[in-house]
């Protein structure tokens, strides 16, 4: 039987003392060198708590202790096994109270004994970004905002600000408008992923902590001295480590806050070499990169990899890959592969991906090398995949 915190439906301000219990419970008065071996024999019928002791003091006595069972076992005799009840009949049983208060429960548990009678979900969950919490209320839920923050903030320490978004993210920098609900306003925060720093502006910029495993799986795919495109860069989840690891990396990102929080990140990993930045159209940018690289290597390089990380609408900047390589001697087997992270709602979604991907591009993609890589479900029916294959001579030298 577990211990249930008092209801408050429809609580819309934190009164905390509102969430003080009193339980009471049997109690088997033991002397104190009895009550190991009790515990030992009585496992299954001791309170057994979440931080709550199930051995307390005896109030004045110094000889005894009180050993609490279940909440259930209202009749030791009914409810103990002939062996175990031989062990205490001797014993006295008293009755005894115990209180617990806000503290004591869980963010679920306070937040389910406010919402409304019939909310099938909780609204306890929220992604940490530094001292950051992002939390994504349902419209239901906003009538509860402030509480379910302040919460949220007094339950886990290293949470300064909560924070809800209020629109869409904007699909051109790629940050939304959000709403401090508690705590500090400081929106700049710094954080470690994947062995490196990064430091930025979370109204400004788009950070998902979600998308660590992806960071580092497609970093996992770089060996030391490849060539590396970031066309989406962001402030440099991919770009950043891909350098620490020897890769040669050009990165961009079309939002200025974000280009700014790379050459931070940049400098705070004391990296002083092997990346170049930029603050342009992804479109631009990668025939731009291509361009450069040709020039600093004397036509001898080609990048080994794009990484595309624009999942609402990185597949739209794909034709700029249409001729990219017009004119130049280049082995089908030297031409990148391309990782383009996009969403879908198919129930086919290889095959939608692979459709959209091809009318982008005006042809086929190498299906040889072609992998479709689930990343995470976003929302109901809505799914984040990452397409990988090599770009095909037909596209790259049309």
Known sequence: MSLTPPQNRGMTALDRDAFKKTFTTLAIRAPNQLVKPLMTELEDELLNQPRIRSVVSDGTQTDTKLILLRLDIKDVKESFSDSKFDLIKQLDIVEHDFEVDYDYWTTEQILYSVMPEGDAETPSSFTTTGHIAHVNLKEENMPFKGLIAQVILDKNKKIKSVVNKTNQID???????????????????????????????????????????????????????????????????????????????????????SYASLCDNIRLNKINQGIKTYNMDGRA??????????????????????????????????????????????????LPMIHCHCFTRSSDPLQDIEQRVCQIMGGPIDKASCHLHWVRTVAPKKDMYCISFRLGPDIAFS
Not at 190 to 213: H, I, P
Not at 221 to 232: A, P
Not at 238 to 255: E, Q, R, T, W
Not at 290 to 319: K, W, Y
Request: one cysteine or more; glycine letters at 6%; a neutral charge.
């Open 285 to 334: 940018f990668i025939k731009q990169a291509v361009q450069d690289l040709s020039i600093e290597t004397n036509g001898d390089r080609t990048f080994d990899h794009f990484i595309m990380n624009l999942p609402a609408t990185a597949i739209e900047f794909l034709d700029a890959f249409k001729g990219i390589y017009n004119g130049r001697n280049i082995s089908s087997d030297r």
């Open 171 to 257: 699909n051109t920098y790629r940050n939304f408008q959000m709403e401090v609900l508690a705590g500090d306003d400081n929106m700049i925060t710094e954080l470690k992923e994947n062995d490196c720093k990064f430091r930025f502006d979370f109204s400004k910029v788009y950070w998902n902590s979600r998308l660590q495993a992806e960071h580092r799986r497609l970093v996992g795919l770089f060996k030391k001295g490849d060539y590396i495109c970031d066309v989406m860069a962001g402030v440099g989840p991919f770009s950043i480590p891909a350098v620490k690891k020897g890769a040669v990396v050009y990165a961009n990102d079309l939002n200025p806050a």
